[in-house]
C-alpha cells in the first residue's frame, strides 16, 4: 500500500472548539502502572523506509517507521474524536478564524532541547503545510502562525476551515525541532534517516534490508510509558518470510498492509494468534490515469475502461473478498461527504468497445487497438493482482497492456516525480475529510512532480472553484451539497479510477493486553506506547 490510513475527526467543529489533556484516559498513567521485565516487541515492514520524517510524505512504511518517534499537537481517537497531546488545550473563536493552542511545558526532544511553540510554527510553515501531500491541503486556510510566548501557538486563518483540526495529529501535523531543521533542505537532508522526536520512543539504529530498532525513552512525558522497553521493525519483502517469521515466533506482529490477506483465514484458526481489524475511515484501491498520456487524454477511452474493468470481479477474487467493500467516486463511503446518489459503471465490454471504436482506436488486423503500461510498487502483493484482471479485462477489448512494478523509491522517482507512466494501481488513504485525503488528487494546484498529488494533471475549474467553496463551510450539510456536485463532476471525468474500499486485517500474537491495532484512529502504530507484553513467544 502507498499510504498510511489517515482516520480523520467527525466533522462537526463543536466536538473540538475546546480540548483538555485531562479529557483524555489514554494519557493518565494510572492504567500504565506495573513494572516490567525488560521487553521487546517485534513488528514486520514490508519495504524499506524512503525516509523516517512523516511531517513531509504518507508515505506508509516512513508513517510506520517514524510513528514511536515523531507526534502532533493532538491525536485523533478510534471513534474519531480529538484528544491532546502535544497541545495540552486549545480553543477555536466564534468566527472560526483563530485557533489558539496551549502547549505542554514537559515536553522535551530527544536530544534533550525544550519543545516549544518556534517548533510548531516552523514546521507548519516549512515542512507540513509545504511538503506534506495532504498538509499542503489541509493548512492553505492558514494566513498567519503567531507565538506569543513558548508555551502558545496561535493559527490565523484566511476563511473558517471545516478540516483544519483533522490536520493537528501527527499524520499531517508531525512536529519537527526547529533547532535541527533550520537551514537545512527538509525534502533531501541526511536528517531524515536520523529522526529526533518528542515520542515514546527513539531511533536507535537502522539497517537496510535488516530491521529499524527503537529504545524506550526514559523522558517521555507520559509517565509510566511506554510498558515496552523495546521495538523492532524487521524488514521483510517477501510475504512468505513474514508469515513463517510469525509462525515460528521470530515476530510479534504482522500489519495489515504487510500481511498477505488471503492468509487471514488460515491464521485465524491457530491457537496463539489473534485477528483484528483496524479503523479505516477511508483507504482504497485507486487506478490513477495519467491524462497527459495520447489514449487516456480521451474521456471517451476512460469510460470505455470503466465499462471494461469488472470491478466487482477485482473486489470479490482479490484476497477472497476478505480486505474489500465497494466504492463509487472519489471520496470515502466512510465519509458522512459521501454521494451515496452515484451510479456504477456496469460491467459492459460490448459497450467499451463501441465506446473505444467512438473515440477513433479501432481494432487493428492483429485485433489490438493501442497498448498501455499498468505501474504498481512490487511489494504490493494485491495491487499485483489487480494489474492482472485488468490487463485480462482490457485484452478482452482490445488494448494491450505491458505490466510495471519496481520498488519504492524507483516506482515514486519513475512514476510520479518523473511522470513516466499510463496507469498507476495503489492504495490511497482518501478519507474521512476529503479536504485532505480526496483533494489533493483532484485540485489542479497541486500539479506536482511529488508522490500522491494530482499525479493524474487533472484540470477542471469548476472541481476546483467548488474545493476553495466548501472548505469554508462549517456546516456539514452545506458541505454534503457541494461536495456531492463534486464527486458527480469527478465520477463523469473518471480522472482516476476507484477499484475498492480497503478492510483491514491485521495479525499478532495473543500475549497482547493491549490491542496494538484499534486505540487509535490512524489504525497504524500508534498504541505501542501502552501495548503489554503478557506471555511468552511461542511457535503458532
Known amino acids: 500500500m502507498a499510504e498510511h490510513n489517515w482516520c480523520a475527526l467527525a466533522m462537526d467543529r463543536r466536538r473540538f472548539v475546546t480540548g483538555t489533556l485531562t479529557a483524555s484516559a489514554t494519557l493518565m498513567a494510572p492504567s ?3 513494572a516490567q521485565q525488560p521487553t521487546t516487541l517485534v513488528g514486520v515492514l514490508e519495504e524499506d523506509p524512503p525516509g523516517f520524517n512523516s511531517a513531509i510524505t504518507s508515505t506508509i512504511s516512513t508513517f510506520a517507521t517514524s510513528s514511536p518517534v515523531h507526534q502532533g499537537l493532538t491525536q485523533i481517537m478510534a471513534d ?18 483563530t485557533y489558539t493552542f496551549h502547549l505542554r511545558d514537559d515536553v522535551k526532544w530527544h536530544d534533550g532541547h525544550p519543545f516549544t511553540s518556534a517548533d510548531v510554527k516552523f514546521s507548519i510553515e516549512n515542512a507540513n503545510g509545504k511538503l506534506h501531500p495532504w ?9 498567519a502562525i503567531e507565538t506569543p510566548d513558548d508555551h502558545t501557538v496561535i493559527y490565523r486563518l484566511n476563511a473558517p476551515s471545516a478540516s483544519l483540526m483533522s490536520a493537528t495529529d501527527r499524520a499531517v501535523g508531525a512536529i519537527i525541532p526547529k533547532h535541527l531543521w533550520e537551514g537545512k533542505n527538509i525534502a533531501t537532508d541526511p536528517l531524515n534517516q536520523k529522526p529526533v522526536g518528542t515520542g515514546p520512543y527513539k531511533l536507535v539504529s537502522y539497517e537496510r534490508g535488516k530491521e529499524v530498532r527503537y529504545e524506550r525513552n526514559p523522558d517521555y512525558f507520559i509517565k509510566g510509558a511506554p510498558l515496552v522497553d523495546q521495538l523492532i521493525f524487521r524488514i521483510m519483502p517477501d510475504p512468505a518470510t513474514r508469515i513463517s517469521a510469525l509462525q515460528q515466533g521470530e515476530v510479534d506482529m504482522i500489519y495489515w498492509n504487510a500481511l498477505p ?4 483465514a488460515r491464521l485465524s484458526r491457530l491457537p496463539n494468534l489473534q485477528i483484528t481489524k483496524s479503523p479505516n475511515r477511508g483507504a482504497a484501491y485507486q487506478a490513477v490515469y495519467n491524462l497527459k498520456n495520447q489514449y487516456l487524454s480521451n474521456k471517451d477511452v476512460r469510460k470505455a475502461f470503466a465499462h471494461a474493468i469488472d470491478r466487482k470481479f477485482i473486489r470479490e477474487s482479490v484476497d477472497g473478498g476478505l480486505t474489500s467493500s465497494e466504492q463509487l467516486g472519489p471520496v470515502s463511503p466512510a465519509s458522512p461527504l459521501y454521494n451515496k446518489a452515484l451510479k456504477d459503471y456496469a460491467f459492459d465490454p460490448a459497450l467499451a468497445n463501441k465506446l473505444l471504436d467512438q473515440a477513433g482506436f479501432p481494432r487493428g488486423a492483429d485485433g489490438n487497438r493501442f497498448t498501455i503500461e499498468i505501474a504498481w510498487p512490487s511489494f504490493n502483493v494485491a495491487a499485483g493482482k489487480i494489474a492482472d484482471i485488468i490487463k485480462q479485462n482490457l485484452a478482452a477489448v482490445g488494448v494491450g497492456v505491458k505490466l510495471f512494478s519496481a520498488d519504492r523509491a524507483a516506482m515514486i522517482q519513475r512514476c510520479y516525480v518523473g511522470g513516466q507512466f499510463d496507469i498507476a494501481i495503489e492504495a490511497h488513504a482518501i478519507g474521512p475529510d476529503p479536504d485532505i485525503g480526496t483533494e489533493r488528487f483532484y485540485n489542479s494546484r497541486n500539479i506536482q512532480p511529488l508522490p500522491y498529488v494530482n499525479n493524474s494533471s487533472y484540470v477542471n475549474a469548476e472541481v476546483d472553484k467548488l474545493f476553495d467553496e466548501q472548505r469554508s463551510l462549517i456546516d456539514l450539510d452545506k458541505r454534503k451539497v457541494v461536495y456531492d456536485k463534486i464527486q458527480e463532476i469527478i465520477w463523469d471525468d473518471l480522472p482516476i479510477m476507484a477499484l475498492y474500499q480497503v478492510v483491514f486485517n491485521n495479525v499478532s500474537r495473543k500475549q497482547y493486553a493491549v490491542d496494538i491495532f ?6 497504524t502504530w500508534e498504541s505501542f506506547d501502552r501495548a503489554k507484553i503478557v506471555g511468552v513467544h511461542t511457535k503458532a
Open 32 to 34: 500504565l502502572a506495573g
Open 80 to 97: 474519531g474524536t480529538i484528544e491532546p497531546l502535544l497541545a495540552k488545550s486549545w480553543e477555536i473563536s466564534p468566527d472560526g478564524l
Open 135 to 143: 498538509g499542503k491541503v489541509a493548512y492553505k486556510p492558514l494566513k
Open 261 to 264: 490477506q488471503s492468509e487471514v
Open 518 to 523: 484499534e486505540d487509535y484512529g490512524n489504525g
